[in-house]
């Protein structure tokens, strides 16, 4: 999710306080016994640990068994504020200061990554050399480039670490050309472009396109098909109030002899549906025409074509 200040504060007052409920066999003795105003803060002392994150502790001099949605040992003394006690006991816990001014901190810089920080540039090198290759490599080259440009490591990283991916393919992404397994005896110019920070310098451009992928859901790849051919790519969920849900991709190109041509594939669990329109006059007619061999290229894939469109902006 994107860190914006509204979501930080919905962040930091779910994390900044939690209810810690007595049980309920306690509450009649808790009523006759707890002497305490509403908002006063006391002190609990964790005497023991019970089943089902229950605990049991002193509380202003008497025995309570509380629920805490926390692991806590016994010794430990926790901060509360006296809530109410009607219709149950209720305490507040409070979390030390710090820890909300290091969450604090980290949404801060969230945010300035998001405004500040340069936008991820376009792939330096073409999918394919040759227009020829584009049948048979264009996807497998597309499919590399979007699982290895550094946006999805993280995940890779834990893939790595249950041992379900070699490390040489974790190496091979941005993220992974800065370990000091490829520079060994470079790890003081890494740690000088890290500078102590929270990230390295280099690799802010991929944490903001990740921060964007992860409030938007839209994954977005630009470069060159082949030299000279421009194309962009954006992934992402439908729209449930404008079709059925499912993925939806949408294609520019600025091709030779169709001139420009923007397509959109809408995936679902039925097949998929193609939408072109495209620039030059008479450009849709070719494409209907080709519907035919579209529809068998798609099928030995195994994918199913449901519909294609296209029509002359």
Not at 60 to 68: C, D, H, S, V
Not at 75 to 87: C, I, N, R, S, Y
Not at 178 to 194: I, V, Y
Not at 227 to 255: T, Y
Request: proline share 6%.
């Amino acid at each position: 999710m994107l860190i914006n200040d509204d979501a930080q504060k919905q962040v930091l007052t779910i994390l900044a306080k939690t209810a810690v409920t007595p049980a309920a066999d306690v509450q009649e003795r808790a009523s006759s016994l707890l002497q305490l105003n509403p908002g006063q803060q006391v002190k609990a002392e964790i005497i023991a640990n019970l089943p089902n994150s229950m605990y049991m502790a002193r509380v202003a001099g008497e025995l309570y068994k509380l629920e805490i949605p926390l692991n806590v040992q016994p010794g430990e003394t926790l901060d509360l504020t006296f809530v109410t006690a009607d219709p149950r006991v209720t305490f507040q816990m409070l979390r030390p200061q710090t820890e909300s001014v290091q969450l604090s901190s980290m949404g801060k810089w969230l945010a300035d990554v998001v405004e500040n920080a340069p936008g991820l540039p376009p792939a330096s090198e073409p999918l394919v050399e040759h227009p020829e290759q584009a049948a048979a490599q264009l996807a497998g080259r597309l499919k590399t480039s979007l699982t290895q440009n550094g946006m999805f490591y993280e995940s890779h990283l834990a893939q790595w670490a249950l041992g379900g991916l070699p490390l040489k393919e974790l190496l091979k992404e941005p993220q992974g050309k800065l370990s000091r397994l490829l520079s060994e005896g470079e790890g003081d110019a890494a740690g000088e472009q890290a500078g102590g920070a929270i990230a390295d310098s280099r690799t802010l451009p991929l944490i903001k396109e990740q921060l964007h992928l992860l409030n938007t859901g839209v994954l977005a790849w630009q470069g060159e098909a082949w030299p000279g051919q421009e194309m962009r790519l954006v992934v992402g969920e439908g729209s449930a109030e404008q079709w059925e849900q499912g993925i939806e991709a949408n294609l520019s190109l600025d091709l030779p002899r169709l001139g420009g041509v923007k397509a959109s594939l809408r995936f679902t669990p039925e097949g998929i549906n193609v939408q072109l329109v495209c620039d030059r006059p008479g450009a849709s007619e070719l494409m209907r025409q080709a519907s035919g061999e579209l529809r068998a290229s798609l099928a030995a894939q195994g994918l199913h074509l449901n519909k294609m469109a296209a029509k002359d902006d």
